[in-house]
């Protein structure tokens, strides 16, 4: 059962506010790697350089100048030399909610029926970032779009479980953003053909090719036709995450929500803030 499963969805979810209490919404669950001192997930003020600070440490250490483009906002810090061990995310995949006996959200899909997906993040410094979406298609079929910063060409993997689709994902030039903050929106709806139309990596998840007969029954469960729901979001480390979000319609759906949510959704400058 999804955790949202039967329950009436409005055109604009927000799934994590860093500005609410408590930061990093109870749907999210994290995981760091106890064998790296510097692998944390901690909650801090944007306009504070933490990158480094010790993971047992109580003491928030303020730079004497604040990092250009820093926001005045509390934010969730992810690092880890590892990221692929240092991540936070809510809900999971079909296939690890069936395997599973727990109960509790953590082991349940979402079950959001929102296709659009939206990510206010921000890099630390020129450190890889990487996203994950689980999508399931009319007919239940999972998939998950994977996006990172170091991949240059788009790839789907068949045989991963559930199937995988890793796409790159581009920043535009440093020197040309007014602030290290990315907003970043993806029309799921738009991303699902792709498990039919890009070249195949029949790799698993062990590495191993797999036979003519896994790859055939592989091809029939690529997820295909139209956008049914999303069963988790994860976002690995190293960034700071500021926001996560589904709508109906994207940027559009944000534009017809009223200065309200126009000012939320915002990201003040910490400089601004300070001189007020």
Avoid at 242 to 258: C, D, I, N, Y
Wanted: net charge negative; hydrophobic share 35%; with cysteine.
């Amino acid at each position: 059962m999804a955790i949202l499963a039967g329950a009436v969805q409005p055109p604009l979810l927000t799934l994590l506010s860093s500005t609410s209490s408590p930061p990093l919404s109870p749907l999210f669950f994290q995981a760091t790697d106890p064998s790296e001192p510097s692998s944390l997930i901690s909650i801090v003020d944007d306009s504070e350089d933490a990158e480094d600070y010790p993971r047992d440490s109580t003491e928030i250490i303020v730079p004497k100048s604040k990092p250009r483009g820093s926001i005045s906002h509390p934010v969730i810090h992810t690092q880890s030399p590892d990221p692929r061990t240092t991540y936070i995310q809510a809900g999971c995949s079909l296939e690890s909610s069936r395997a599973s006996h727990e109960h509790d959200d953590r082991y349940q899909p979402l079950g959001v029926e929102l296709p659009w997906v939206g990510f206010q993040i921000k890099r630390l410094g020129q450190r890889d970032l990487s996203l994950e979406v689980g999508v399931v298609d009319a007919k239940g079929r999972e998939g998950i779009i994977r996006l990172s910063s170091f991949k240059t060409e788009p790839s789907i993997h068949p045989c991963h479980t559930p199937p995988l689709i890793h796409l790159p994902l581009n920043f535009p030039p440093s020197e040309s953003l007014v602030t290290p903050w990315l907003h970043i929106p993806l029309n799921l709806a738009s991303l699902l053909p792709l498990f039919q139309s890009i070249p195949r990596d029949y790799t698993d998840n062990d590495g191993e090719q797999g036979g003519a007969r896994k790859k055939r029954r592989a091809e029939s469960e690529l997820p295909s036709g139209s956008f049914k729901s999303v069963s988790f979001v994860k976002v690995y480390a190293n960034c700071r995450v500021r926001r996560v979000w589904f709508s109906a319609e994207g940027e559009k759906t944000l534009a017809s929500m009223g200065k309200g949510v126009e000012d939320e959704w915002a990201l003040y400058a910490a400089d601004s803030a300070a001189s007020l």
